[in-house]
Nanobody, 123 residues
Framework: QVQLVQSGGGLVQAGGSLRLSCRAS????????IAWFRQAPREDRQFVAI????????AYTDSAKGRFTISRDIAMNTVDLQMNSLKPEDTAVYYC????????????????WGQGTQVTVSS
């Protein structure tokens, strides 16, 4: 299965932007759906966005629509999450994940995970 290596994240003021990146290691993303999840303290891991590597089709949770953009870079074998107009409630550890088959929003349906990266939005 594919191994995932994340980069990006950090501390930003409300209204600012951050970009997260997820790189495939060991094989390409061919045939995979790649998603971003986030987990705030004392909360369940939540779906943010997903992209199909082959078609480029995407889906977002309602809170991410219009602010976040998930994209793929075929040459670099990476999936990025561009986050704009960040809010304090976006503060969480963000994870990328990958699965074969159809789009899914449940973290239980993903078996490959990145190491996680902290995103902190100050008010």
């Amino acid at each position: 299965q594919v191994q995932l290596v994340q980069s990006g994240g950090g501390l930003v003021q409300a209204g600012g932007s951050l970009r997260l990146s997820c790189r495939a290691s060991g094989r390409t993303f061919d045939d995979y759906n790649i998603a971003w999840f986030r987990q705030a303290p004392r909360e369940d891991r939540q779906f943010v966005a997903i992209i199909n590597w082959s078609s480029g089709n995407t889906a977002y949770t309602d809170s991410a629509k219009g602010r976040f953009t998930i994209s793929r870079d075929i040459a670099m074998n990476t999936v990025d999450l561009q986050m704009n107009s960040l809010k304090p409630e976006d503060t969480a550890v963000y994870y990328c994940a990958a699965r074969l088959g159809s789009f899914m929003a449940s973290p239980l349906m993903f078996n490959s995970w990145g190491q996680g990266t902290q995103v902190t939005v100050s008010s």
